[in-house]
Every structure is written in C-alpha cells, then in structure tokens.
C-alpha cells in the first residue's frame, strides 16, 4: 500500500507511532510501543528525515536523546495512507456482519494474550 508513497511497512509503522502518540517522541520511546530495537528503529529515523518525513527536537530531558515528531508532509502521507487503509478494509469486510468482527477481535486477543504469557 505505501509503494506508490515511497514508504515501506516499517516506516509506515514509524508514522504511525508517531501519530498515535500525539506528542513527540524519543527513539527509545518509539522501539519500545513498536516492539523493535532501538537500533533499528534510529536507522528508521534517521533515513526518514533526510527523507523530510520527520522532524528532530532538542529534548529539555536529555541532551542526547532527540525528540521526533511528523514533518508536514510525513503528516501528509501519513494520513494519505490511513484514508488508503480504511478505504481497503471496507471493502474487504463487505458481507462480514459487526457481531462476526466483534468475535474475530475477542478471539484475536484471547490469542495475543495467550503469546504474551
């Protein structure tokens, strides 16, 4: 889907943590909500601001540790690709009644929950 962006799924991962977080963040503070290496996720970053996706921040906490946030277009393309993604589930849940949904997440969960034990 973020072919015709330019964005792989990891760098569309990074957009989004960045969004869902609604504020800047740290790259410790993103590998961690993403499950990832701090490492990768820095090399993430940092190709994505040469790329003008994303913007660095002195940090009043840490000298080192940079704040990132969404650039104007890494917003963009951000919200670009969700409009994509929705208009790609909709059609794909044609025929699926809301009650089917409901326990395809309850059962998806009790599954996440099980892995995470």
């Not at 929705?86 to 395809?104: F, P």
Request: charged share 25%.
């Amino acid at each position: 889907m973020g072919s015709e962006y330019g964005i792989t799924s990891a760098r569309w991962k990074i957009l989004g943590a960045l969004s869902l977080a609604g504020a800047p963040q740290t790259v410790p503070q993103i590998a961690r909500s993403m499950g990832l290496t701090r490492q990768a996720v820095q090399r993430l970053v940092d190709a994505m601001s040469e790329d003008e996706l994303l913007l660095f921040q002195d940090n009043p906490d840490h000298k080192r540790a940079k704040l990132i946030s969404l650039s104007a277009l890494g917003e963009t393309v951000y919200l670009q690709l969700y409009e994509k993604q929705a208009e790609w589930a909709m059609k794909c849940s044609v025929g699926i009644t809301k009650t089917e949904l409901e326990t395809t997440l309850s059962v998806l969960k009790r599954i996440s929950e099980s892995i995470d034990r």
